[in-house]
Every structure is written in structure tokens, then in C-alpha cells.
């Protein structure tokens, strides 16, 4: 596996792992606007933390290597693909925001469709890296 892929693929489990916990935790818990904004900066500062640490692993075990036409495809691919899930997203939002749902529900969900995009990024390029296109 080359670098890039092995980064693709540990951004794409460091997000499903630490926002799946997060969202285990906080459906349902009948959160107020104070008590969610802390949880919520704070698992953006933890994903943060969790991919510094992945990467510093993976470049203290990588050999030298030159981006080519696959790795452009690769990225292009994963963008085109988190394009579609982050513009379902926004639509799934305005809706959810026209039907007078709670304002923190809403920012739940904008925050679920950006992580799910960029899953979709990385799970897509790692999927390009493996399989092709």
C-alpha cells in the first residue's frame, strides 16, 4: 500500500470510529445547546489529535514516492463521489431546517453530512487504490 492510500484509509476509520462514537453518545441524550457545543468542539479537536498521531506513524514507516496519474484519479474520484453524499446533505438539512426542527438537530445533521462526505472521500479512494475504476 502506498502512502497516500494507507492515509486515505486511516482518515476514513479515525472518522468513522471517533464521530460514531460521538453520535452513539450524544442520539438521544436530550442534550440543551450548552451542554452539546462542548462535545461537539471536542471531538472535532480529538478526529484532529487521532489523524495527527496515524499520520506521524505512517510517514516514520514510509519510503520515498512520487504522486502519478493514479493518485489524481484516485482523489478525483473520492471528491466526485463525498460531492453527491454533501449535497444530498445540504438538501437534507434545508428541509430539516423548513419544518421548524430544533436548531441543534440541524447542526447535528450538517455535522453528520460533512463527516459522511468525507468518509465517502477517503473510503472511495481507497476503494480506487484496491479495485479501480
Not at 482518515?11 to 436530550?30: F, I, K, P
Not at 519510503?63 to 453524499?85: C, F, I, K, S
Not at 447535528?108 to 479501480?132: C, K, N, P, T
Amino acid at each position: 500500500m502506498t502512502f497516500r492510500e494507507k492515509s486515505a484509509l486511516a482518515t476514513a476509520l479515525t472518522l468513522s470510529l471517533v464521530y460514531g462514537l460521538y453520535a452513539w453518545r450524544a442520539w438521544g441524550a436530550g442534550l440543551t445547546r450548552a451542554e452539546a457545543i462542548p462535545g461537539m468542539v471536542g471531538v472535532v479537536l480529538a478526529q484532529a489529535i487521532v489523524v495527527v498521531v496515524a499520520h506521524i506513524a505512517l510517514a516514520i514507516h514510509r519510503r520515498p514516492e512520487r504522486p502519478d496519474e493514479r493518485d489524481q484519479a484516485a482523489a478525483l474520484h473520492g471528491l466526485r463521489n463525498a460531492y453527491y453524499v454533501l449535497l444530498t446533505g445540504a438538501v437534507g438539512v434545508l428541509w430539516l431546517s423548513l419544518c421548524d426542527t430544533p436548531g441543534l438537530t440541524v447542526a447535528h445533521a450538517m455535522l453528520a453530512s460533512v463527516v459522511l462526505a468525507e468518509i465517502v472521500r477517503h473510503a472511495s479512494q481507497v476503494l480506487f487504490y484496491r479495485w479501480g475504476y
